[in-house]
């Protein structure tokens, strides 16, 4: 049985992999002797597979799980919390925004009775201005139309007890949002401060459109809003085309004036047009993530393991 198990995703960090190794090191081993670093490689390209292995073969507490393929970061993660062996488990980034120092104030909280103490972002350089105000819409509209309460400004960067881990088995979904399903976990949560760093070195692996997905299975997985928007929009839409409906009965059997009136027509025909498809598009969301898990395939394939 471990005290810690670190669990960091890889994905073309072969130029962070030798700090983070050290760093995390001195941190961890202030705490205990009993710990494990379970790297996840999602499919990289670059040789962080070799550091690694490399890694793991002069140091044994270095656990590997090698993916056959990209797999994504959550799924990364995911497969690091069903393999590792700790009681207190952490999530960090491998590309040093996380800086591992901050373990050990998390550990601290952790030791006071949080199963989870996650990190709280005060600030974050080196990110543009779209990548921070996208995502400070996202995490309120999340906010405001799910029912449980997903921390403002936080990332997967966390310490979660054993028993979360085991919750977190329980919940198979294809389409993972960690910190969505943390959260709805309960227990006890709190967090510390932080600020963010910038990536060591390196290119990110989440460019917008996997931020997009992201985003989209965060809400998809905790809401049922846009669906019920879809139906809400459908009335609102249905009322006023009844009462033009109306209208152009009226003008044309009592006005007899017919010939005007192609504006109003094909504004109408636009915008009930445009309604239908944005229904069509929502409902079309939740169906394919839910066709997604009918399917059953495993969430990940693991290629080689030392665990
Ligand atoms: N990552 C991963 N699979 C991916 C993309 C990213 O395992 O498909 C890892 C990456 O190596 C890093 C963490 O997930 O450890 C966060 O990714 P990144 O720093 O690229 O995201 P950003 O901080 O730019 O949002
Ligand atoms: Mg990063």
Not at 215 to 242: C, E, H, R, Y
Not at 263 to 273: A, D, E, N, P, Q
Not at 275 to 291: A, D, K, W
Not at 294 to 307: A, L, W
Request: charge should be positive.
């Amino acid at each position: 049985m471990k005290d810690i198990s670190i669990i960091i995703p890889v994905y073309n960090e072969s130029s962070n992999i030798t700090l983070l190794y050290s760093r995390l090191k001195n941190v961890v081993s202030q705490i205990t002797t009993h710990y494990e670093l379970v790297f996840v490689n999602d499919g990289s390209r670059d040789n962080s597979m070799a550091m690694i292995k490399k890694l793991s073969s002069e140091d044994p507490s270095v656990k590997y799980i090698d993916f056959s393929r990209n797999f994504g970061h959550q799924v990364a993660v995911s497969a690091g919390i069903d393999l590792a062996a700790g009681n207190a488990m952490v999530i960090i980034d491998a590309d040093l925004q996380d800086p591992p120092e901050l373990i050990l104030e998390m550990y601290k909280k952790y030791k006071e009775g949080n199963e989870v103490v996650f990190a709280k972002r005060k600030t974050r350089k080196g990110e543009s201005v779209f990548k921070l105000l996208t995502a400070k819409i996202f995490y309120r509209i999340l906010s405001s139309i799910t029912a449980i309460d997903i921390p403002l400004d936080t990332g997967d960067f966390r310490i979660i007890d054993k028993k979360i881990a085991e919750v977190l088995k329980q919940m198979p979904e294809q389409e993972k949002f960690l910190r969505g399903q943390i959260a709805w976990a309960g227990f006890n949560q709190t967090f510390v401060e932080y600020e963010r760093n910038e990536r060591h070195a390196g290119k990110t692996g989440y460019p917008f459109k996997k931020m997009l997905r992201f985003a989209l299975d965060g809400i998809t997985s905790f809401s049922n809003f846009p669906l019920k928007f879809a139906t809400l929009a459908g009335f609102a839409v249905s009322f006023v085309a009844f009462i033009l409906m109306l209208y152009a009965l009226y003008s044309r059997f009592i006005l007899k004036d017919f010939v005007q009136g192609w504006t109003s027509l094909i504004l109408s025909v636009l915008f009930i047009g445009g309604i239908q498809l944005i229904c069509l598009g929502i409902i079309g969301e939740y169906i394919s993530r839910m066709s997604n898990n009918i399917r059953n395939r495993p969430m990940y394939i693991v290629k080689e393991t030392n665990i």
